[in-house]
T-cell receptor, first 109, second 115 residues
C-alpha cells in the first residue's frame, strides 16, 4: 500500500534555530495535510496543501508542496519552546488517511 | 462545546479481557476513524466509518471490532485476540462530504494498558 516517509525522526534544536521536516511519497499525491501533536496530546490539524508548488505560511511556519506533488516540507523559523511536539504529514487515500511516521521536535531553551 | 470526547483517558485491563473504548462527537460529522499510536510511532488506522451502520477495516483491524449504530458514536472494542493491545487509541471524525480532503478532528485519546 501507499507509504509516506517522513524525515528526520527526531530533531533537537536550540531555541531560536530553524527547523524543517520533510514528507516524501513514491506516488503523486492529490493533497497533503500537516498535523501537530503536543506531548501527551492529540493531533491537531495545521494546514492542507492541494496545488503543485503551493506555499502557505502561518506566522513562523511555512508549508510547501513539491512541484511534482510527491513531497512536502514544514519549516519553522526561529523555534520557540511552544513548538515542541511531533509533526505529522498525512496523505489521503479513498476516504481515509495515511499518516507519516512523524518528526519529534525538541526545543532547548 | 462542540468536539470529540473519548473516555476514559486511562484504562487498565487484565490480559484476556475485552474492553470497549468510547468515542462520541457532536460535530454532526459523517465520517469517524480509530487510530492506534505506539510510543514514538505514527498513527495506524484500525477502522473507519463513512456513514451510520457501515464501517471498513483499516490497516490493523485484526483483534478489534467496531459498531456505528448512531452518527455521533463509534465505539471500539479491543478483544482478547489482539496480541499487543497496550497503546494510545485516538478517535477522529471528519465531515465526510469531500472524501479525501476533509480535515480530521481528533479526540483526546485513551491510553490503554493491559497488565
Amino acid at each position: 500500500g501507499q507509504q509516506v516517509m517522513q524525515i528526520p525522526q527526531y530533531q533537537h534544536v536550540q531555541e531560536g534555530e530553524d527547523f524543517t521536516t520533510y514528507c516524501n511519497s513514491s506516488t503523486t499525491l492529490s493533497n497533503i495535510q500537516w498535523y501537530k501533536q503536543r506531548p501527551g496530546g492529540h493531533p491537531v490539524f495545521l494546514i492542507q496543501l492541494v496545488k503543485s508548488g503551493e506555499v502557505k505560511k502561518q506566522k513562523r511556519l511555512t508549508f510547501q508542496f513539491g512541484e511534482a506533488k510527491k513531497n512536502s516540507s514544514l519549516h519553522i523559523t526561529a523555534t520557540q519552546t511552544t513548538d515542541v511536539g511531533t509533526y505529522f504529514c498525512a496523505v489521503s487515500g479513498t476516504y481515509k488517511y495515511i499518516f507519516g511516521t512523524g518528526t519529534r521536535l525538541k526545543v532547548l531553551a | 462545546d462542540g468536539g470529540i470526547t473519548q473516555s476514559p483517558k486511562y484504562l487498565f485491563r487484565k490480559e484476556g479481557q475485552n474492553v470497549t473504548l468510547s468515542c462520541e462527537q457532536n460535530l454532526n460529522h459523517d465520517a469517524m476513524y480509530w487510530y492506534r499510536q505506539d510510543p514514538g510511532q505514527g498513527l495506524r488506522l484500525i477502522y473507519y466509518s463513512q456513514i451510520v451502520n457501515d464501517f471498513q477495516k483499516g490497516d490493523i483491524a485484526e483483534g478489534y471490532s467496531v459498531s456505528r449504530e448512531k452518527k455521533e458514536s463509534f465505539p471500539l472494542t479491543v478483544t482478547s485476540a489482539q496480541k499487543n493491545p497496550t497503546a494510545f487509541y485516538l478517535c477522529a471524525s471528519s465531515m465526510g462530504t469531500s472524501g479525501s480532503t476533509d480535515t480530521q478532528y481528533f479526540g483526546p485519546g485513551t491510553r490503554l494498558t493491559v497488565l
